[in-house]
């Protein structure tokens, strides 16, 4: 019987590089954290940049020059409902985007795409001493549902078949597989793309109603207190859709980023498990219905 090295080449090791997740969702992590506190930071910082008025009543009894006020700012929370109308598709992108990539990273999870167990069961397998069978493979499959367990299964209800039959049928499952995990993401590439033109449409509609408002003052009004008050206004739906794109575009990237090395760590899975099959081709008829194969003892002494 030919010796079966599946699980040298199959490094449970190579297969899961954990430390690199957990560099990148703690790099997310403090990215996010950073986005969060920023606007809060500054809105502090220009309070206390503010400091306390001064007597006005004061400074005249002592004869000296009168100090003047530090006009107060309005707060971040305070800008966001000054936006306007506008502001309200940008909060429902936010929620969108919140949405979705909590769903991504639950469903991008290891267990849901590559679990670890499949492949050291895929690997025990190999290495057992009756050779690698099937049907016990397939069984395996159905124990951990997942994206490569899918891909597997469809490889394996080719057993027998030529190879071209069973490398396409593995490809068109592959790319449905990942089709399914890319849809998701999608709605995180729409938000960081249509968030910030949402922003700027709000921005001219608010500078067309400022330059109207300062056109219709009356003559002696102060239209240029009247004209900035109107632009700072606007820009507040520019800055709100900024602030949902960047988070969008990059969790968009990470989980594209993640997806494509989930499936480079399954085409190596494949690649191992592909001479497997191999030895079964012309020899083995194999269903879907409870993993059975049908072989003859002299195909199976051949194989072996």
């Known amino acids: 019987m ?59 009894s002592d004869g000296s020059t009168p100090a003047l006020d530090t006009p107060q700012t309005d707060g971040f929370f305070t800008l966001l409902v000054k936006g306007g109308v506008f502001m309200i598709p940008i909060l429902m992108m936010s929620i969108l985007v919140v949405t979705f990539v909590v769903e991504r990273f639950l ?23 009756s050779g690698f069978d099937p049907r016990k493979a397939y069984r395996i499959c159905q124990q951990y549902p997942s994206s490569a367990a899918t891909v597997i299964q469809a490889m394996l209800l080719k057993v027998g078949r030529p190879h071209s039959e069973v490398e396409h049928t593995v490809g068109e499952t592959s790319s449905r597989e990942a089709n399914r995990l890319y849809a998701n993401v999608r709605w995180l590439n729409l938000a960081s793309a249509v968030s910030p033109l949402l922003g700027l449409f709000g921005t001219v509609w608010g500078m067309i109603r400022a330059f109207q408002t300062t056109a219709a003052l009356a003559p002696g009004q102060d239209k240029a207190i009247y004209l900035a008050e109107g632009i700072y206004v606007a820009l507040v739906t520019t800055l709100g859709g900024l602030a949902v794109a960047i988070p969008a575009a990059i969790f968009a990237h990470y989980f594209e980023g993640r997806i494509q090395s989930l499936f480079y760590q399954i085409d190596e899975l494949l690649f191992h498990l592909m001479p497997q099959i191999e030895r079964y081709e012309g020899r083995v008829r194999f269903s879907n219905q409870s993993g059975e194969g049908e072989e003859s003892k002299e195909a199976v002494a051949q194989a072996e």
């Open 2 to 60: 030919a010796k079966n090295n599946l699980t040298t080449e199959l490094d449970p090791a190579a297969v899961r590089p954990q430390h690199v997740l957990r560099f990148r969702l703690a790099l997310l992590a403090l990215l996010a954290l950073c986005l969060v506190a920023a606007p809060m930071l500054i809105t502090a910082q220009a309070q206390d940049t503010a400091g306390p008025t001064t007597d006005v009543t004061d400074n005249e």
């Open 107 to 129: 469903g991008l999870r290891r267990s849901r795409v590559l679990p670890g167990e499949l492949v050291d069961e895929l690997g025990d397998l190999g290495a057992s001493p």
